[in-house]
């Protein structure tokens, strides 16, 4: 059997459509742990910082630590080759996302334990946003959210700004991890 | 490659190449998001995946989570191989070059 031009030029684009489809839902899933994860993190971190705000520091430390290992594991889970790869590019990530949290903040002094969960908040709703551009429209949706809930909680509620990140931000992280399962 | 392979050249089968060469090596994907990539009837799929498997392109694991009973299809290396000789001999007839 020969193909012509057309027809060769018609099975490509269809594994170039399908390797994207493929390769999205692949990256969906898993993401979508992490984020169900760092729901959880946020609801509890924002709730006890909200009651118990002279803990906050120690606590997110803690929270932080936990939220990154879980995302270390999950990023290198069930891959047969390159985990060690997989989970270095992670804490490469995570830690480039501390370190110009800590600078921003350091610029920007002085500033209110609102206005740093904030900013957090925003830089990680970003970077979803930068992830959605390459891996697929349902993550992008999530960081916009993301933001969209912080910033009408930091204007509208700031003297519940933790509560309101706690349920409405953690339970949005959550929601867009089991929506971002089903896909 | 100087011909064309004929077993991935078919609609289904070739989504399912596809599909399955967009994962990380070895990286199996579970038969009912397979479906819904490829877009065929449970029978169809597994017909063709029955092909495939005879071909030794794909490698078709069953097992269990839980109680619920779970499919999951990885390519093989030599089925990567032979997705990337149809690829190449694809792009030789653009090229001019088959």
């Given at each position: 059997?020969t193909?012509?031009?057309?027809q060769?030029?018609?099975?490509?684009?269809?594994?170039?459509?399908?390797?994207?489809?493929?390769?999205?839902?692949y990256?969906?899933?898993?993401?979508a742990?992490?984020?169900?994860?760092w729901?959880?993190?946020?609801l509890?971190g924002?709730a006890m910082?909200?009651?118990?705000?002279?803990?906050?520091?120690?606590?997110?430390?803690?929270?932080?630590?936990?939220?990154?290992?879980?995302?270390?594991?999950?990023?290198?889970?069930?891959k047969q080759?390159?985990?060690?790869?997989?989970?270095w590019?992670?804490l490469?990530?995570?830690?480039a996302?501390?370190?110009?949290y800590?600078v921003?903040l350091n610029?920007?002094?002085?500033?209110?334990?609102?206005q740093s969960?904030?900013?957090?908040a925003?830089?990680?709703?970003?970077?979803?946003?930068?992830g959605?551009?390459?891996?697929?429209?349902r993550?992008?949706?999530?960081?916009?959210?993301?933001?969209?809930?912080t910033?009408?909680?930091?204007?509208?509620f700031?003297a519940?700004?933790?509560?309101?990140?706690?349920?409405?931000?953690?339970?949005?992280l959550m929601?867009?991890?089991?929506?971002?399962?089903t896909? | 490659?100087?011909?064309l392979?004929?077993?991935?050249h078919?609609?289904?089968?070739?989504k399912?190449?596809?599909?399955l060469?967009?994962?990380?090596?070895r990286?199996?994907?579970?038969?009912?998001?397979?479906?819904?990539?490829?877009?065929?009837?449970?029978?169809?799929?597994?017909a063709?995946?029955?092909?495939?498997?005879k071909?030794?392109?794909?490698?078709?694991?069953?097992?269990?989570?839980?109680?619920?009973?779970?499919?999951?299809?990885?390519?093989?290396?030599?089925?990567?191989r032979?997705?990337e000789?149809?690829v190449?001999y694809?792009?030789g007839?653009?090229?001019?070059?088959?």
């Open positions: 059997m193909l012509s031009s057309e060769a030029s018609q099975a490509l684009r269809e594994v170039e459509a399908v390797s994207h489809r493929s390769g999205q839902l990256q969906y899933q898993r993401f742990p992490m984020l169900v994860l729901g959880v993190i946020w509890i924002f910082t909200h009651f118990f705000p002279t803990l906050a520091s120690r606590l997110w430390i803690a929270l932080d630590v936990i939220g990154i290992a879980g995302c270390m594991y999950l990023g290198g889970k069930g080759e390159a985990s060690n790869s997989i989970a590019r992670w490469g990530s995570i830690a996302i501390l370190v110009f800590i921003i610029i920007f002094q002085p500033f209110s334990g609102q969960a904030a900013l957090m925003l830089i990680v709703a970003l970077f979803y946003v930068l959605g551009i390459w891996i697929g429209v993550l992008a949706i999530t960081g916009i959210a993301m933001a969209a809930l910033v009408v909680g930091f204007y509208l700031p519940y700004f933790f509560l309101w990140m706690a349920v409405v931000g953690g339970g949005a929601l867009a991890g089991l929506w971002l399962r896909a | 490659m100087d011909q392979d004929e077993t991935i078919q609609p289904v089968r070739l399912i190449m596809a599909a060469k967009a994962l990380p090596n990286e199996p994907i579970e038969f009912v998001r397979l479906r819904t990539i490829v877009d065929a009837t449970e029978g169809n799929l597994g063709h995946l029955a092909t495939l498997e071909c030794g392109y794909i490698e078709i694991t069953k097992d269990f989570v839980g109680k619920k009973p779970r499919t999951r299809v990885a390519l093989t290396t030599a089925g990567r032979a997705f000789r149809y190449d694809l792009r007839i653009l090229d001019g070059t088959p």
